[in-house]
């Protein structure tokens, strides 16, 4: 079984840490690394606690396939500003990664040839279509990553020949640092399956 590194980096547009709308989640469960990543829709302390329920509610359920647990948060967040939001399960034993997403996180995988993971539209927690599963394969050594609207989603890779070295949180760190936006919440997260 493949080991993974992981890491989540956020910066929220007020400067204050407890006013960042972008979060995400991260745990390993019986061979399964599972992985998430939301925006809730703009910025500040309402932000904050809709990402912090969609957190909280996903590490509870987080054994679950990623459309279930999509269609519970649209539930339990209903009533407060609601959220995009991308759940992933990569099983470390095949590569295969099970995902599903609503609105703008951009999920992409990085490695041998580079893929754009689609999500659908809507928001979680106002108005989504029945969410679905899809799979896509990953192989030892491709990166995973999520960011939210604060990141520039349209860049030539090869301006930014540093962005994907080094460790999961320096790849983060790299996203943040050179393609963030400076009018919204920003965050990265990233899963690298290691050889
Ligand atoms: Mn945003």
Known sequence: MNPVDYALIKKPYSGRDDECGDDGCFRIIDGNCFIAHFDALGHGAAAAEAAAAAVNFTEKTCGKEPDEI????????????????????????????????????????????????????GIIGYSIRPPKTQTAVVYPGDIIVLTSDGI??????????????????????SFITLLGKDNDDSSCSVLRYLK
Do not use: K
Not at 78 to 107: C, H, M, W
């Open 70 to 121: 999509i269609s519970g948060l649209h539930e339990v967040l209903t009533g407060s500003v609601g959220t995009v939001g991308f759940i992933g399960i990569l099983d470390l034993e095949s590569g295969d990664f099970r995902y599903s997403g609503i609105g703008n996180i951009t999920a992409r995988i990085y490695g041998y040839r580079r893929q754009s993971l689609r999500s659908a539209d």
């Open 152 to 173: 520039t989603e349209h860049f030539v890779m090869e301006e930014y020949p540093d962005l994907l070295s080094g460790s999961s949180e320096d790849i983060a760190a």
